[in-house]
């Protein structure tokens, strides 16, 4: 069957979306930053079978109970990864009071089902942050990318990319080290390890504006140093404007897939969109943004190898 998916592929507001296949379910999830559903859970959870079709499932998390909770307000940023037998859920979020965003904390939920309910697990990053990253390297080496938030109490500068080691999923080692720090603002990392090199990606501008887009850096092990690379995986076109905010997943066959947010022309609103990603002799490129249908098996032919 020749599938074809057009973007965006949900036509709902869902910024920062995640997505990935589950072996067990047979299916695609995907999480994201967007309005509260009709189950009056955060991070708005959707399922396919095949990245065509796709169906809302629930809210993922449920808001802390008073207004100065920790996860009261700005659910941002959902990334899912499962180790052994429980789905964790990395999330931003923040009390309601919260000047200059500074109450953002990345904090995790845990659920033995990838499609949820998740329950709050509390503060990871002890210090303003957004954008959590689980990253597991080949060795069992745990870390967690994230970017700096306004006002942060150990005073590490906003908009600044840092990784930590994890001690386990929910305690970082306190110990962060800047990554990708000579950008205005820099956020939203995500980091692939292909070919013994690890490849991280993130978006730097505006979240609101044309200038928002995707920028790639290559190192010899998760904490670099990263070498910026001059090409843009993604950036704003006649139809898809501050294309951003990330994630990277594997298909069912094994293909690579960029998953991310762009607004419309208009300003409107962000929704979700995927594109193929490639990598070959250490680089790393997309199809995207498209706009027109492409086909979901389709076979792409990039420096005469097959992608």
């Known amino acids: 069957m020749n599938l074809t998916y057009t973007n965006p592929i949900i036509d709902r507001y869902l910024a920062d979306p995640c997505l990935v296949w589950d072996e067990g379910e047979q299916a695609y999830f995907l999480f994201a930053t967007g309005p509260t559903r009709e189950d009056g859970r955060a ?5 396919s079978p095949d990245l065509v079709h796709w169906t809302f499932v629930r809210g993922a998390v449920a808001r802390g109970a008073t207004k100065d909770a920790w996860n009261f307000t700005h659910f941002w940023a959902p990334e899912v990864i499962r180790i052994g037998d429980t789905y964790h859920l990395y999330y931003t979020a923040s009390p309601e009071d919260s000047p200059k965003n500074s109450g953002n904390r990345v904090g995790l939920a845990v659920s033995k089902s990838i499609a949820g309910p998740y329950e709050d697990a509390g503060v990871v990053v002890p210090h303003g942050s957004i954008d959590g990253h689980p990253f597991i390297d080949d060795d069992g080496g745990f870390f967690l990318f994230y970017t700096i938030e306004h006002l942060n109490a150990d005073g590490l500068v906003a908009g600044q990319i840092y990784m930590d080691r994890m001690l386990d999923p929910r305690t970082v080692a306190r110990d962060p080290k800047p990554v990708i720090t000579h950008h205005e603002w820099q956020e939203g990392p995500w980091l692939l390890k292909r070919g013994g090199r690890y490849f991280l990606a993130y978006s730097c501008g505006g979240w609101t504006g044309a200038d928002y887009h995707v920028r790639w850096a290559v190192g010899d092990s998760p904490s670099g140093p990263f070498t910026e690379q001059e090409s ?11 294309p951003g905010h990330h994630s990277m997943f594997q298909d069912r066959k094994g293909r690579d897939w960029i998953c991310y947010h762009g607004w419309d022309p208009a300003f409107t609103a962000r929704y979700p969109r995927i594109d193929r990603i490639y990598f070959e002799e250490g680089r790393m490129r ?5 706009s027109s249908p492409q086909p979901v098996h389709r076979q792409r032919i990039w420096s005469g190898t097959h992608a």
Do not use: F
């Not at 991070?43 to 399922?47: L, Q």
């Not at 997309?286 to 498209?290: E, L, R, V």
């Open 286 to 290: 997309s199809d995207g943004p498209t």
């Open 232 to 242: 843009r995986i993604l950036e704003s076109t006649d139809a898809v404007k501050g």
């Open 43 to 47: 991070i708005p959870v959707y399922r």
